[in-house]
């Protein structure tokens, strides 16, 4: 977007809107673990796995996508976004890399923390995740990596 060229500015749009469903859809993913475990802390929501494949499965694709894994419309945004700032500076190129790879690794850092490992001792509601949480997260999955079809 800096360099002024059409290519940056589409790029600028796809990761804005991609960011817009991605993280919008990782804050419900959080409101859903606060409402089974009753804690904001990372580390007390441990082992959603064993208690909900399918939460997981979708916190994994909402992840994955927030990390611009392919085909998600932010994996589109940042590839353009990278070709318009290496020519606007090298030295900027470096910088957007950097913000990208601790962006995956907190992505990843989420998921593993959250999913995987040992449950905590703490309560935590036997009640299974309802469909329409995972539905939720679903509608903000499914444009976030199927918007690229229809873009000219």
């Known amino acids: 977007c800096l360099s002024n060229i059409s290519m940056g500015v589409k790029g600028a749009l796809f ?17 859903v673990f606060y409402n089974h475990s009753g804690y904001r802390n990372l580390y007390m929501n441990k082992g959603f796995l064993m208690k909900s494949p399918v939460l997981c499965l979708v916190g994994f694709l909402l992840c ?29 190129l470096v910088l957007l890399m950097v913000m990208t790879i601790i962006s995956a690794v907190y992505s990843l850092h989420l998921y593993t923390t959250t999913c995987h490992g040992k449950s905590s001792e703490a309560k935590v509601s036997l009640e299974t995740v309802s469909y329409s949480a995972v539905f939720v997260l679903l509608v903000h999955w499914i444009p976030l990596n199927f918007i690229f079809l229809f873009i000219p």
């Open 64 to 92: 994955s996508s927030n990390m611009a894994a392919p085909p998600s419309l932010n994996l589109f945004g940042e590839v353009l976004m990278f070709v318009c700032s290496y020519l606007v500076s090298f030295c900027f």
């Open 15 to 31: 990761i804005m809107v991609g960011h817009g469903l991605c993280s919008s859809g990782m804050f419900s993913l959080v409101n």
